[in-house]
């Protein structure tokens, strides 16, 4: 069974900094992108950053470019994020798929999420 399991959420002030991971089991993820997406209430879910399989290729979206760090182990991947803002609420998706798109239809595997709140 593949399982994507986000962890490290919390709550934070704004100009925190925060650290998720997401660990991938089941099978082996060193083949597939891996990204994250977020989805704050009453909001769509919207891409953050992706990683390409082999590190070499990275992309964010233009709100997180400059605070925001994607990266990865041969089965994991890492957010950091620092100097968040309260905009950045939301709960936060791992995602695993074929490429470091953008687009959430482009994954096929989904944790569950975990929940960052910042504090204004």
């Known amino acids: 069974q593949v399982q994507l399991v986000e962890s490290g959420g919390g709550l934070v002030q704004a100009g925190g900094s925060l650290r998720l991971s997401c660990a991938a089991s089941?099978?082996?993820?060193?083949?597939?992108?891996m990204g994250w997406f977020r989805q704050a209430p009453g909001k769509e879910r919207e891409f953050v950053a992706a990683i390409s399989w082999s590190a070499g290729q990275t992309s964010y979206a233009d709100s997180v470019k400059g605070r925001f760090t994607i990266s990865r182990t041969r089965n994991t991947v890492y957010l950091q994020m620092n100097n968040l803002k309260f905009e950045d609420t939301a709960v936060y998706f791992c995602t695993a798929g074929s490429l470091p798109d953008t687009a959430a239809g482009s994954y096929k595997y989904w944790g569950q999420g975990t929940q960052v709140t910042v504090s204004s």
């Open positions: 089941g099978r082996t993820f060193v083949n597939y992108a």
